[in-house]
């Protein structure tokens, strides 16, 4: 077995790797925050491969290395050889060659497990059509910094089960809380990582009823109705339409629920003006903590 430290998946991580991460995610935000920052990364050269559009994964990642004293080279698909149909197999044995880890932005997640099998390095997943790890390791970041221990607290999704919803069942059972999604019964998260969830012993919930998802929750999540790729938007917008987060479904959850989203979003469809602009939305320290978490997880990554 490889000894790579490779980010590919929260559940493939053990709760301590996790924490270790998280950690260290919080001590490099306190060292930026004090002008403290080592140069960990000099000499190093984090890859990114993007398939799919990004504004917050892409420059999270880029001045996280740079502030680190590290180097970022961009490739997406159209500009590589890649787009052409050079393998992924081969693309991550030639960029091993170059570079100190890879981090990617796909659809299939087949295109992941290919990185991970040939690429000399450690392999960052930067999304793909089923999960999207960094952004929930800066989930949980906010929401320790904002409310302490996430561990035996509620945590409800409404909207569509989708890649993040996958991540955040990931993380329910390795951090110990409780999750309930609200979804469409066409929208349901993976089967396999409610299975998954089931036999790990999760305490991981689906309901098509928002209300009762959110009710007494601590933290209420939405995301965009039509994630990248998805061909079919005018009748998932029509199915989500009851998933919606306004202040009427955010007053279910507790007094001093907070709000998140993982962004970019629709404003007035998955979430309204009044919730995501509202007094119970930690969505900027959330972007934010992207750039925190992920500097912990390249940390990790590189030793
Ligand atoms: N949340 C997130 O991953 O944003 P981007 O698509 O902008 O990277
Ligand atoms: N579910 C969204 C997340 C974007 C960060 C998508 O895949 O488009």
New binding site residues.
């Given amino acids: 077995m490889s000894s790579l430290k490779h980010f590919l998946d929260i559940h493939r991580l053990d709760t301590l790797t996790l924490r270790e991460i998280l950690d260290l995610s919080v001590k490099l935000k306190r060292q930026q925050a004090a002008g403290k920052s080592k140069p960990l990364f000099a000499g190093k050269t984090l890859v990114m491969i993007f398939e ?1 559009p ?1 504004t ?2 892409r420059v999270s990642f880029q001045v996280g290395m740079q502030q680190l004293g590290g180097q970022v080279v961009v490739m997406s698909e159209g500009e590589s050889q890649l787009g052409r149909g050079e393998t992924v197999a081969d693309t991550a044995r030639v960029l091993s060659r170059y570079a100190d880890a890879i981090m990617i932005r796909t659809d299939d997640p087949a295109k992941l497990d290919d990185l991970e099998a040939y690429a000399t390095v450690p392999v960052i997943n930067g ?1 793909t ?1 089923l999960s ?1 790890p960094c ?1 929930i390791m800066a989930d949980i970041m906010t929401f320790e910094e904002h409310r302490g221990p996430i561990e035996g607290r509620a945590v409800a999704w409404s909207g ?1 089960g ?3 919803a996958n991540s955040w069942i990931h993380a329910a059972v390795r951090f110990g809380f409780s999750l309930r999604i609200a979804c469409p019964d066409g929208l349901r998260p993976s089967g396999q990582i409610l299975d998954w969830a089931k036999a790990e012993g999760g305490d991981v919930s689906v309901t098509e009823d928002a209300v009762e998802a959110v009710t007494g929750a601590d933290l209420v999540n939405a ?2 109705w ?5 061909a079919d938007a005018d009748k998932r917008i029509k199915l989500l339409e009851p998933y919606r987060v306004d202040s009427a479904l955010m007053a279910k959850a507790k007094g001093d629920a907070l709000f998140m989203h ?3 979003a629709h404003r007035g469809e998955e979430v309204t003006d009044e919730v995501i602009d509202g007094p119970n939305s930690v969505i900027w320290d959330e972007a934010e903590n992207r750039l925190h978490a992920q500097k912990g997880i390249l940390a990790w990554c590189l030793g």
């Avoid at 039509?226 to 998805?230: F, H, L, T, Y």
């Fill in positions: 799919k990004s917050r994964t999304l059509d999207h952004q569509d989708n890649n993040v995301d965009t039509v994630s990248m790729g998805d993982c962004l970019p």
